[in-house]
Structure formats: C-alpha cells, structure tokens
C-alpha cells in the first residue's frame, strides 16, 4: 500500500470547510458560524474508496491567496511551500454558492497554481433561498475542474465528493493547460527569471514568490539575492500588479458568472438574516439587546448550574461521610478520603457550570450572534487600541485563555493583535468560577433585588464585568506604549443566522467537560495526594512538641466527654498548622495579610499559582485534613464559613472575601496561558510583562478593597 497523500481543504472564511473536514475524516474539529473559526491546521485521516486513504487537511479560512493576517499566513505557507510537511498533492476548494464571485477569485488563484483542485459548493440551500441558480456542469467546463455541490452541514454530498476524489488521485482529470489569467504577462521578465532560480510549478507561484520574496522560508539567501536584483531591474511595482491581477481575474469571472448563473429579480428578496439585522444591530436597540443577552448568558450560567451543583455536592458530602464509617479507621483511609475524594469533589462540582458556559458560547457562535457582537463593538474597541475583531478573543476568554489568544490571529493589526493578546487573560475564564462561586455562596446573601434578580448572580455578573473593563482599561493604556505603527480597518462578513446544531452544541459541552476533567482533575489530584502529605505530616522538631502537649492534656480527661472533643479539635488543628503546609503557609502570611489571606489561603494561593483550577481543590484537601473525623460530610462550604482567625475572627468575611475574588480576578495565576502567549508572540518578554503586571494590579486591588470593607 502506498502511502496516503495530502489533500488541503481550503477556501474564504466560513464556508464550511471544517464541517466538510468532520464530515471525511468523523472528527470533531470546531464548527462555527462566522468568518476565521479555524485558526491553525489540523489534519484527519479519511477512507476515500475501500483500501485508499488520505491525509485530509483543515485549514483557516482566506480570501484571496495574498495573506493578511497569522491564520491566513498558515494556509498560505501550506500552498505555497513545496517544503512544507503538509504539502498538498490535490486541493479541495471549499466555495460558498451564495457569494459566488467572491470565492471564485479565490478559486482561480488556487488553479493557477496548478495544483489538481475539486471545488466543493456549499451554501447551495441558501443560494437557491436568494433566488440564484448555478449550472454546475457549465461551471465546470469554464473552470476547467470538477465541481461538486455538497452540503457538509447535513452530511450531503460526501460520497459524491470521495468519487470525485478518487478519480483525481487516480489522476483523471489533468489540470487545465492554460492559465485562467495570462500571469506571465504581468511580469514577464521577473517571472522567468525566478522560475530559473527557484523550482516552481507555475507562473502564478513565482510570481508570489516575487511579491513575497522576504517573508518565504524556502527561498535561500543567494536566491533572494537573485530575484531582489531583478525586482530592481525590471521596477517590479508589487501593488500595481497585485491591482491588475485582481482586475483581471474579475473580469473573466464576470463572463463566467454571465455564462453560468441564472439571479432571479435579486433585488426583491430581503433575506431573513437582513431583517433579523435590521433590528439586532440597530444603532440603539441593538445595543440594549446585546446588554440582555450577556446579563442572560451569566445569570443562567448560574440558575442553571445550581442544581447539578448541589446534588453533586450533596453526593460527595454523602459519599465521604459513608466511606469514613465504613473503611477502617487508618492512614490509608485518611489518605483516601481526605486527599483523593476531597481533591476530585473540589472540582468536580463546578462541571455543570462550565459546560453550560461552554454551551452558550457555542450558541452564540453557531446563531452568528458573535459576530455582530464585534461588528456592534468595533467603535468602543478601537477607541482603547482594539478592534472589533477583538470582541471574539474577549468572549472565548470567558471559556479559556488558550484558544481565545489563538483566536487573535485573525486581527490583520499588528499592535492591536498584541494588545488583545496582553489583556485577554484578564477576562474571567472558566477556571475561576469555581472560587468565585465559592467565595459568593460564602460572603453574599442569597437575597433578590427588585422581586427578581437575584444578588449572588449579580455579583457574579459584576466580576465578569470587572474583568472586562480591567481589559479595555489596560488596553488603552497599552495603546500609548506598543510602539508598532499600521493603518487599521475592519472588514468583516456578517454571515447568515442559522439555528444552532444542537448535536454541536452537545458535543462540545461534552468535549469541554472532558478536556477539564481530565486536564484539571489530573494536576488537582496530583497536588491533592501531595498537598494531603504535606499537611499530615511535619519537621519532627515542630510535630514532636504538639504530640506530647496535646497527649498530655487529653490523657487528663475521659475519652468521650466534649472536653475531650474539643482537645481533639485543637490537636488536629495544630498538628495542621505545624505540618510542611503549614510552615509554608505561615512564612506567607505576612505578605498576603494585608490582603485579609490566612495561611491556609496562602498554600492555596501557592498551589495554584501554575493553574487556578487547584484553589478550590486545596481548599478542600487542607479543610479535610484539619476538621475533626466526625465533620467529613460537612460540604466545604460549611467548613469555610466556620473557619476563624487564632483570636475567633471569622476568616471569610465580606472584605476577606472580595479581596480573595479581585486577587483571582486579575491574577495570572496559568501556566497555559504564559506558554501560549509565549508561542504566538515568539518571544517571552510578553508572557513575562503580563506575568508582571498582573500579579501587581491583583496584589494592590485586593489590597484596596480590603481595607475599604474591612
Ligand atoms: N446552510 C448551510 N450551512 C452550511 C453548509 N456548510 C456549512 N454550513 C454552516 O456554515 C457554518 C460555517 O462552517 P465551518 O465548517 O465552520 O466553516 P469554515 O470554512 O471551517 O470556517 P473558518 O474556519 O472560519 O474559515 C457552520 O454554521 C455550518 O453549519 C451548507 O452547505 N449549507
Ligand atoms: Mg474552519
């Protein structure tokens, strides 16, 4: 068997290429409905005919073959560089029916480059809903390739387009002989000679590698010494000619179009999308709509949750109550029940809430609601150095940092690229909803303002708010300072409203609660098992002392009376607070007190420096090992609110509480998020200047707030 071959899906943004992507290769790659969803590749392997495979692979979205932004550079490199691994032998354009005329242009590049291309039609069903009607077989003889309609959406056409793929790797079809534009004439002299000094298939491809001669990897300093001399001799004036091949490839389509596509009275259908648009983006109801939309996101995230969230709670509380009863009374069963099962009940309550987080970002999403949120608040983002393609990274900040700074490669702007790259982990991301869930339950009464908002979920809103604003705040601050100077514009396509794949929606809660459980539950359980050792065991010179006094004094009263109750609960405390975690803990302490943290906030706050999932986690671990045996089905919560201060002061109090939310709220506190930055700003000077400034910003906030409701 030989091996499987590369075939690159490509095409303009959103135009299906990742549902068609799914459809192949039975993956799950990320579906949404507006322009640049897929950033990166991502490559499935597909059966094509029994005994055939190939490597299939999904690429971001573009325009045209002349790149303008990080996402568009991959897919560029991927056609343009022979050398690249994933090298295509057979392209499949992905071209939407209904904007026909756009997407051709961007066909015709892709067949001047003569790598064999099938085009794949999408978009049919609503081209046919504007009343347009494509001969596909003319098209196919103007263009000079097969061309397929398919809906990837509903798994239409998939087995049609294997065929079709089959017969090209059997080589059926040759490329066409001529060039859809006379290329070599716009730039006959410089054309010939980089195809002399570079192998390359076809007069288009060299003439990109004239236009793009620096910014090539596979172009070698002798070779670029080469073509940079004749780009002089000859006055190769690149946006002249870009200019003249744009026109001219326009004017052939237009035949084309003439010849093949029959519009009936186009004028006359206003689309149902146009209408939804006429109100959701009117210049003031569409602003209060988006404002409902978001309070409704994060007050259901809330009301939705709560039941899930209390049975798996209750069910925790229940189970460790039950295994404390019923194992032996040992080590081992310390060890289990207050490092394992109180490590996994830490986070496994918060599941519900991030999936029904990630659920509604996909609606979102999916409805092409998302994009007018940018389009809505492109004039707010540009005043602080954004843009309305900011909004996007922002939103999905919500969910997670990592792919929220992927998702900034689509910003075309440089400067504006990297300030929504610096202030994105400043949203509120999944990861603290946990803490803020547990510290409101604490400090917030569950009370309702006006009959029907309720305060828990209001302050809730605040904190996502807080973030949100803390961003826009840095990033005109940012602005001043990024010193990259290039002109900005935005140009996005507001793609039609489509109702939700519900299938898409399901998936992708599921898929998300997976990655967190097992990404997140494998370091909180990890630093659980640690975290219990450390608590339970001390330097012998600090445990030994405690041992004698507390032996001592509880061998003076009877073994069951409360006086001896009481001793035991001193004893374990003191055991904790001189255990390895506890001497850390302690040895912070003067630096976090001012913040209103205790030690044990304080290992918490240590613990979860790498990755903030693990506060909630840490929490429950050193809570267990510090209560008295008989509390182990009391939730955590209950234990925190009767935690105090050595002089009986509660420790969580409205200011310790607040202070505690802030500090999370803008701390960096993500390993993931330093090495993600790091890898899409190429250096670790920004990871390190966010690291830096967000640990400062947390540390004087919390401080100020402290003392205000203290
Ligand atoms: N009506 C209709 N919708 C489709 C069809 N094909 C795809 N879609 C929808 O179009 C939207 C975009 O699909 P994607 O597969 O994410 O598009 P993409 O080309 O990968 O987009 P980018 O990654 O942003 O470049 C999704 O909402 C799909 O469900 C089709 O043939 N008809
Ligand atoms: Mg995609």
């Given at each position: 068997m030989q091996a499987p071959i590369n075939i690159a899906l490509v095409g303009n943004?959103?135009?299906?290429k990742s549902s068609l992507f799914n459809a192949l290769t039975g993956l799950n790659q990320k579906v949404g409905?507006?322009?640049?969803?897929?950033v990166d590749k991502k490559t499935g392997i597909a059966q094509?005919?029994?005994?055939v495979t190939a490597n299939i692979i999904d690429l971001p979205g573009t325009y045209?073959?002349?790149?303008?932004?990080a996402d568009e550079y991959v897919t560029y490199d991927v056609l343009i560089?022979?050398?690249?691994?994933?090298?295509?032998?057979l392209v499949i354009i992905v071209a939407d029916a209904s904007n026909l005329k756009r997407n051709l242009l961007f066909c015709s590049q892709i067949i001047d480059l003569k790598i064999p291309v099938i085009i794949a039609l999408t978009m049919m069903d609503i081209a046919r809903r504007k009343g347009v009607e494509i001969d596909l077989d003319g098209l196919e003889r103007e263009l000079g390739v097969p061309v397929v309609s398919i809906n990837p959406r509903k798994n239409k056409g998939v087995t049609e387009i294997k065929k079709v793929i089959d017969l090209a790797m059997r080589s059926h079809y040759s490329t066409p002989?001529?060039?859809?534009?006379?290329?070599?004439?716009?730039?006959k002299d410089v054309i010939d000679e980089v195809r002399k000094t570079v192998p390359v298939k076809s007069d288009y491809g060299a003439l990109h590698i004239a236009v793009n001669v620096d910014d090539?990897?596979?172009?070698?300093k002798a070779q670029k010494k080469v073509i940079h001399s004749s780009l002089e001799k000859h006055q190769f004036n690149k946006t002249k000619i870009q200019a003249e091949e744009i026109m001219q490839r326009y004017s052939r389509i237009k035949h084309i179009m003439k010849a093949t596509v029959v519009e009936n009275d186009p004028l006359q259908k206003q689309l149902r999308s146009e209408k939804i648009d006429d109100l959701l983006l009117h210049r003031f109801w569409g602003y209060v709509i988006l404002l409902v939309v978001m309070f409704l996101l994060f007050q259901s995230i809330f009301w939705l949750a709560s039941y899930p969230m209390d049975w798996i709670e209750g069910g925790f509380g229940a189970l460790s109550g039950w295994l404390s009863s019923t194992l032996p009374d040992n080590k081992v069963t310390d060890f289990f029940i207050n490092g394992i099962v109180a490590g996994i009940s830490g986070f496994a309550v918060f599941i519900p809430q991030i999936m029904i987080l990630f659920g509604l970002i996909t609606i979102l999403e999916d409805t092409g609601y998302m994009a007018r949120i940018s389009f809505l608040t492109d004039r707010l983002m540009r005043q602080v150095?954004?843009?309305?393609?900011?909004v996007m990274p922002l939103i999905s900040g919500v969910a997670c940092a990592v792919p929220a700074i992927m998702a900034t490669?689509?910003?075309?702007?440089k400067k504006e690229r990297l300030i929504t790259i610096m202030v994105t982990p400043l949203m509120s991301c999944s990861a603290r909803l946990p803490i803020y869930t547990m510290m409101i339950a604490l400090i917030i009464p569950d009370k309702r303002i006006f009959g029907i908002l309720g305060l828990q979920g209001l302050i809730m809103m605040g904190l996502y708010l807080l973030g949100f604003f803390m961003a826009i705040f840095i990033a005109a601050i940012m602005k001043l300072f990024v010193r990259i100077k290039e002109k900005s514009y935005f140009i996005m396509e507001l793609p039609v409203y489509r109702s939700p794949r519900w299938a898409n929606v399901g998936t992708t809660m599921v898929e998300k609660a997976k990655i967190f459980v097992k990404d997140a539950g494998k370091v909180i359980v990890v630093i659980s098992v640690i975290l219990w050792f450390l608590a339970s065991y001390g330097p012998a010179s600090r445990m030994e002392p405690v041992h004698a006094k507390y032996e001592q004094l509880l061998a003076k009263?009877?073994?069951?009376?409360p006086e001896a109750a009481v001793l035991n609960k001193e004893f374990q405390s003191a055991k904790l607070s001189n255990s390895y975690a506890g001497v850390l803990g302690h040895a912070i302490e003067p630096a976090i007190r001012p913040l209103g943290f205790d030690w044990k906030i304080g290992i918490a706050l240590i613990t979860s420096?790498?990755?903030?999932?693990v506060f909630v986690g840490t929490m429950a671990t050193l809570y267990s090992v510090g209560?008295?045996?008989?509390?182990?089905?009391?939730t955590l919560r209950e234990k925190l609110s009767s935690a105090t201060w050595?002089?009986?002061?509660?420790?969580?109090?409205l200011a310790s509480g607040l202070s505690l939310m802030i500090f999370y709220a803008f701390a960096m506190q993500c390993m993931s998020t330093m090495a993600i930055v790091k890898r899409e700003t190429k250096s670790w000077k920004y990871p390190l200047i966010q690291l830096v400034y967000m640990t400062a910003l947390a540390y004087v906030c919390s401080l100020i707030i402290f003392n205000i409701f203290k």
């Open positions: 943004p959103n135009s299906g409905n507006f322009p640049g969803v897929t094509i005919v029994s005994g045209s073959l002349y790149p303008k932004s560089n022979q050398q690249n691994e994933d090298s295509p032998r002989p001529r060039d859809f534009i006379n290329n070599n004439a716009l730039a090539l990897p596979f172009v070698d150095g954004l843009n309305g393609k900011s490669r689509t910003i075309e702007n009263v009877p073994a069951e009376s420096f790498a990755a903030r999932e209560e008295d045996p008989d509390n182990n089905n009391a050595p002089d009986g002061a509660p420790v969580y109090t």
